[in-house]
């Protein structure tokens, strides 16, 4: 494989912008909320739209001849094709600065910001980062910085799994939540997201090997950002930033932890199955205090 090749693919797209534009719909939001399984009532036209909650608009919609054997499209977003097995999202960096509003238009412009390739004994690997940029009715709302990676395995040196419980400090809030079939599959189809694994049990299965159908990794950043909203409501964000670890499967309950510092300023967030180990580390910052 000519990594330097592929690195230098990558970087002819450095810098170039694609802008969609969307409408922050009642029923989506609507629906999403009805998803996440939220205690809180569906915000409604005139209310702030959660944070987070962006990831429903804007989205790529690609041609169903444009779409891979696995669902996937060849080229995802402003990224050209890589020649690697696979690709999975691996995490997000959001910082925010002002309220997107349920049924007001919605403006998100994308660019490749920047690339990595590199080499390990166990594979070769392309991370490359993308900006967005989603700007409402009163301007710039947040931004966002995503990690899009794509893998070839190699032979051998793979990471050892391990069964050992993570150890976490004591957590402010907590939730648990059961990701079914029906969750993931309202999830994929809210965010346009046609990667089979999500929702086709055989194909999960007989292709993919997995045990069952994979959480989504933006579902895990969202619910644990839901854990944050329906334990303090009217805490302010500032940013948000996330990182999935390993996978996470359907029918299986997992727990939502939040922890905040002394300050109340920060917390650090993780999602963890039910043998404790995590799948999702996060953290969390705030414009005031969160009240008590």
């Known amino acids: 494989m ?25 029923s989506i939001v609507e629906r999403l909320s009805v998803t996440l399984e939220s205690s809180a009532s569906p915000p409604r036209a005139g209310d702030r739209l959660p944070f987070g909650w962006h990831t429903v608009f804007c989205l790529q919609a690609p041609a169903r001849r444009a779409l891979g054997a696995d669902g996937l499209p ?34 998100c412009e994308s660019s490749v910001a920047t690339v990595k390739v590199r080499s390990s004994p166990s594979s070769h690997m392309a991370i490359v980062t993308l900006r967005h940029g989603y700007t409402g009715a009163s301007g710039l709302s947040l931004t966002e910085e995503q990690d899009i990676i794509h893998l070839e395995p190699l032979g051998g040196g793979g990471e050892k799994s ?19 079939p029906i ?13 089979r694994i ?17 959480v989504q990794g933006k579902l895990i950043a969202l619910q644990l950002l839901e854990t944050v909203r329906s ?20 029918d299986a309950a997992f727990a939502l932890s939040a922890c905040l510092d002394e300050t109340r300023l920060s917390a ?14 996060a953290s969390m910052s705030f414009a005031e205090p969160v009240p008590r």
Request: hydrophobic fraction near 40%; proline fraction near 10%; glycine fraction near 4%.
């Open 2 to 26: 000519d990594l330097a090749a592929i690195e230098a693919s990558l970087n002819t797209a450095i810098g170039k912008s694609r802008t969609v534009e969307d409408f922050v719909s009642p």
């Open 74 to 107: 060849a080229s995802f977003d402003q990224i050209p094709p890589v020649p690697m097995q696979r690709r999975m999202f691996g995490g997000a960096r959001l910082t925010y600065h002002r309220p997107l509003i349920v049924g007001e238009p919605i403006r």
């Open 162 to 180: 391990t069964s050992a419980q993570d150890t976490m400090p004591a957590p402010t809030w907590v939730r648990h939540v059961t990701p079914d």
């Open 183 to 195: 969750m993931l599959f309202r999830f994929s189809a809210l965010t346009f997201n046609s990667h």
């Open 198 to 214: 999500h929702y086709d049990a055989p194909y999960s299965a007989d292709v993919e090997k997995l045990p069952n159908l994979m």
């Open 231 to 250: 334990a303090a409501p009217s805490a302010q964000p500032r940013s948000f930033e996330y990182r999935s670890g390993r996978p996470l499967f359907a």
């Open 268 to 281: 650090k967030l993780w999602a963890s199955d039910a043998g404790g180990r995590t799948v999702q580390s």
